[in-house]
């Protein structure tokens, strides 16, 4: 998954979308996983560092990032070669 090259991420949490015109806000933590994205990092490192960072268990993230992912796949904001694959 990578982040789209239409997609302009400001550091407070914009997300604006040059393609569809859409834009949004994401909190800290949606702001942060979008950045590691958009820097190729892929699914089980992103797991750790949120892991180590967070007080969360694997299956409370996995359940999150991929909720966050298919939200992010839906408004354009990434892209996959596979459309079932969200790491």
């Known amino acids: ?50 892991l180590e960072k967070y007080e969360l268990d694997d299956l409370t993230f996995e359940k999150d990032f991929y909720e966050f992912c298919a939200l992010i796949k839906y408004h354009q904001i990434t892209t996959t070669e596979d459309p079932l694959d969200f790491k």
């Open 1 to 50: 998954m990578k982040i789209t090259d239409e997609v302009r991420i400001s550091d407070n949490g914009f997300v604006f979308n040059s393609k569809t015109g859409d834009s949004f806000n994401v909190n800290p933590t949606g702001l942060e996983l979008t950045k590691l994205i958009a820097q190729g990092y892929d699914f089980d490192t992103i797991k750790n560092i949120f």
